[in-house]
C-alpha cells in the first residue's frame, strides 16, 4: 500500500463527499476500533470502499475482483490502495483467503463484500439474498471479528449528476455491533462455518431495518 496515494485519495473524496453528498450516519464509531476486523460491507454500486474509506481514521485494504486490474490505470490505483485481488471463476479463493488472513495477523482491517458483487432488490444480502460465505472463512481463520455495514444510495453514483456540486445526493451509512468469530474444530469447521454464514446473513437483514426506521426510508426507494 502506497501510504501517501492512499491518505490523498481518501481527502479528495471526503472534498467531493462534502460537497456533492447529504450522507447520514448510524453507529459509524464502530469502524474506529483498534486492532484487526473485517468490515462485511453491501454492495449495490461501485464506490462503497472509496466512500467508506474515507470515514475511516485508519486504512482498509479490500478485496477487489481481478478484472479490475487489467488496465493500466485500474491496476495501478488498486495495487497503491493495497487492494487484495479476487479471481471469480467457481474455483475457491484461496490466494486471496490467505492474503486477506495474513494483513488480518498484522493487525491490519480488511474490507470484503459477502454478496460478491454489485446486488439489487431480492440479491441484496439484506433482502436474505445472496451471502456467498467468504466472510466466514476469512473472520474463522484469522479469528477475527465481523463489522456489519450497510450502505444504501450508492447504486446512484456511477453517474455524473449524483456528484454535481449542490445537488446533495443522499447516502445512508449504518454500522452493526461486531460479529465474534466461532471457535471450532476441524470436525465441527463445516457446521460452524454454515450457521455464522446465516447470523450475518440475519444480522444485515436486522441492520437493513435499522436503517430503514432509524432514517425512515420505505423498502420500496432501496432498489
Known amino acids: 500500500m502506497d501510504g501517501r496515494f492512499y ?37 449495490m454500486g461501485n464506490l462503497e470502499p472509496v466512500l467508506l474509506s474515507s470515514m475511516m481514521t485508519r486504512p482498509v485494504r479490500w478485496v477487489a475482483r481481478k478484472e479490475y486490474y487489467r488496465t493500466w490505470i485500474g491496476n495501478q490505483f488498486l495495487t497503491r490502495c493495497g487492494t487484495i485481488p479476487i479471481q471469480r471463476t467457481g474455483q475457491p479463493p484461496v490466494k486471496a483467503i490467505h492474503r486477506s488472513v495474513q494483513h488480518l495477523h498484522n493487525g491490519e482491517i ?16 439484506f433482502r436474505r439474498g ?4 467468504g466472510v466466514s472463512v476469512i473472520a474463522m481463520r484469522a479469528n477475527v471479528p465481523i463489522v456489519p455495514v450497510v450502505m444504501l444510495g450508492t447504486e446512484k453514483f456511477n453517474q455524473i449528476e449524483p456528484w454535481l456540486p449542490g445537488r446533495a445526493a443522499k447516502l445512508w451509512i449504518s454500522v452493526g455491533e461486531p460479529i465474534a468469530a466461532p471457535a471450532c474444530t476441524r470436525v465441527s469447521r463445516r457446521r460452524v462455518r454454515l450457521a455464522l454464514t446465516e447470523t450475518i446473513t440475519e444480522r444485515f437483514v436486522s441492520l437493513y431495518q435499522q436503517t430503514l426506521h432509524h432514517f425512515n426510508l420505505p423498502d420500496e426507494k432501496v432498489p
Do not use: S
Open 7 to 43: 491518505t490523498f485519495g481518501c481527502y479528495l473524496t471526503r472534498l467531493a463527499r462534502m460537497m456533492c453528498l447529504d450522507v447520514k450516519t448510524l453507529h459509524l464509531d464502530r469502524l474506529h476500533g483498534t486492532g484487526p476486523f473485517l468490515i462485511a460491507c453491501t454492495h
Open 110 to 125: 480488511v474490507g470484503i463484500f459477502p454478496e460478491g458483487g454489485v446486488q439489487r432488490r431480492q440479491q441484496c444480502i
Open 130 to 133: 445472496v451471502n456467498r460465505g
